[in-house]
């Protein structure tokens, strides 16, 4: 069982930055695709970015382009979101995910294992 945990998240004023940290307690750390989503009251929760095994390949939702950048660390069992450019409507709940699929994905039901979530609010 993966068990994944969230932090970094916060208030931060429109344009400035953020970064999100996850934990992940598994051995194989370093076979797993890993991804963000986030999710706004009322919506759908949102693909955000996600990272190939060794952090080579990344894949991220427009909106977020050159502005937000995905990277892990295998030793330490840890992905990051630095997130730049903050907007009113980055608000959300940010969620990691794990999958261990073999091509990266934005669709969240190809994430088996997930987060509990960290807040980050944008305020204008």
């Known amino acids: 069982q993966v068990q994944l945990v969230e932090s970094g998240g916060g208030q931060v004023q429109a344009g400035g930055s953020l970064g999100l940290s996850c934990a992940a307690s598994?051995?194989?750390?370093?076979?797993?695709?890993m991804g963000w989503f986030r999710q706004a009251p009322g919506k759908e929760r949102q693909f955000v970015a996600a990272?190939?095994?060794?952090?080579?390949?990344?894949y991220y939702e427009d909106s977020v382009k050159g502005r937000f950048s995905i990277s892990r660390d295998n030793a330490k069992n840890t992905l990051y979101l630095q997130m730049n450019s903050l907007k009113p409507e980055d608000t959300a709940a940010y969620y990691c995910?794990?999958?261990?699929?073999?091509?990266?994905?934005?669709?969240?039901?190809?994430?088996?294992?997930w987060g509990q979530g960290t807040q980050v609010t944008v305020s204008s």
């Open positions: 598994l051995s194989s750390f370093e076979t797993y695709i």
């Open positions: 990272i190939s095994w060794r952090g080579g390949s990344t």
């Open positions: 995910a794990a999958t261990t699929g073999w091509v990266l994905t934005g669709k969240s039901d190809q994430y088996r294992d």
